[in-house]
């Protein structure tokens, strides 16, 4: 699978997406479901969009013009897929960032100082 099949199947997910909220929202239900869209766009985003050409980037960037116009984008403040896609970036760093600071992380030095006194190898 190619990334190009990959934002194919994406794009096709999100446009059933979109239609099911518009139907929602006309029966006055969709008010907590509109970020679903973009749940879809960023799901595991740092794996694939580095496997993105450049059509496939202005393909979902219309995507995200069209959940902007269907205000489903209300409380972003993001204006291309790029955009959003580094937000995800840095999201993902700082979550990696705090892992790597817990006690608890087998490569943190306080965990490794308490296994070596619990367990000493010599």
């Keep these: 699978m190619t990334a190009a099949d990959h934002v194919s199947q994406l794009l096709a997910s999100c446009s059933r997406q979109m239609c099911a909220l518009k139907v929602l929202r006309a029966h006055g239900i969709a008010q907590h479901c ?43 403040g993001v ?22 600071t817990l006690p608890c992380n087998p490569c943190s030095q306080s965990f490794r100082k308490h296994l070596q006194s619990a367990y000493p190898l010599s």
């Design 34 to 76: 509109t970020h679903s869209v973009v749940s879809w766009l960023t799901y595991c985003v740092p794996v694939w969009t580095r496997f993105c050409s450049a059509a496939d980037i202005v393909r979902l960037n219309v995507v995200l013009r069209q959940c902007r116009r269907f205000n489903y984008l209300d409380s972003m």
């Design 79 to 100: 204006a291309t897929v790029e955009e959003l896609y580094k937000e995800a970036d840095e999201k993902l760093f700082n979550k990696m960032q705090y892992y790597v």
